[in-house]
């Protein structure tokens, strides 16, 4: 990252990141020693957000675990979401009764979602800690169950 002509600003937003899981008590530290499962590798994503003129407004971060490696006891990740045809019909609705209509975003999502099984992983490029890995307390992103939960 040090090398990439951005790598400064997503280094920031890596590390604000980062304070915000630990924040919110993602994860907590863990020896390695003692434990027989696998651990799961985290991997950074760094996107940028663009202004209507093509201008970078923003650097962003996303923690993500290699969940296509993990082997889950749970079948069930499905998650229900809302079909167009419903959700043209609600506004309608709304519209016909002159409703009020809010849209609300769910910052870190999937990161306020407690999980149900025992994941533990790596620590992610550039907060290594030797010796240790962490276990996930609540969900993010890769894993598939995230949605769900």
């Not at 650097?59 to 990740?77: E, H, I, M, P």
């Not at 992610?124 to 894993?143: E, R, T």
């Amino acid at each position: 990252m040090a090398t990439y002509p951005q790598g400064k600003e997503f280094y920031q937003a890596a590390m604000a990141k980062w304070k915000t899981l630990q924040n919110q008590g993602t994860f907590e530290k863990c020896p390695v020693t003692g434990i027989s499962l696998y651990i799961l590798p985290l991997m950074w994503v760094f996107t940028h957000k663009l202004n209507e003129d093509g201008f970078v407004i923003k650097y962003k971060a996303r923690l993500v675990v290699r969940g296509d490696l993990q082997v889950s006891q749970f079948k069930d990740t499905y998650a229900a979401t809302l079909a167009a045809r419903v959700f043209k019909a609600l506004m309608a609705i709304a519209a016909y009764f002159n409703l009020d209509i809010y849209q609300f975003d769910a910052i870190n999502a999937f990161c306020n979602a407690l999980i149900d099984e025992l994941i533990y992983v790596r620590y992610p490029d550039g907060f290594q800690v030797p010796g240790s890995c962490l276990k996930l307390l609540k969900a993010l992103y890769g894993m598939p169950r995230s949605a769900l939960l």
